[in-house]
């Protein structure tokens, strides 16, 4: 799994344009094979960032994303960024659930000298 993240500082006259532009591909990047989920968030003040977060099951759909038209919309709201945007993709190797937690905030079990627990 990759989780790609894309935090965009616009101008504040170009926020609207930016948003607008993240909403509209949201549909067609989740069309794409291999595409887990795409949400677009919203910083409040100070910084006003938008925030693209994309899941791909494996690096050749990514990268198949990443040379469509769709992304070339994403890359035309990156040039509307007032600054540098934050660009991170992420490997994912193992993901837990509930389940990490509840171990997480079990008891303490007792563990005896040949490492069997009790």
Not at 13 to 39: D, K, N, T, W, Y
Not at 51 to 60: D, H, M, N
Request: proline letters at 8%.
């Amino acid at each position: 799994m990759i989780v790609g993240t894309l935090r965009v500082l616009p101008a504040p006259h170009r926020r609207a344009e930016v948003l607008e532009i993240f909403q509209a591909i949201q549909g067609p990047v989740l069309a794409q094979p291999g595409c887990v989920a795409c949400h677009v968030y919203e910083e409040p003040l100070p910084a006003q960032a938008v925030v693209l977060v994309e899941r791909w099951e494996c690096q050749a759909a990514l990268e198949t994303h990443l040379r469509s038209e769709t992304y070339r919309r994403i890359l035309g709201a990156i040039e509307l960024s007032s600054s540098p945007p934050e660009v991170c993709f992420d490997y994912v190797s193992a993901t837990e659930g509930m389940d990490l937690i509840e171990r997480s905030r079990a008891p303490a079990r007792a563990v005896d000298e040949k490492g069997n627990e009790s």
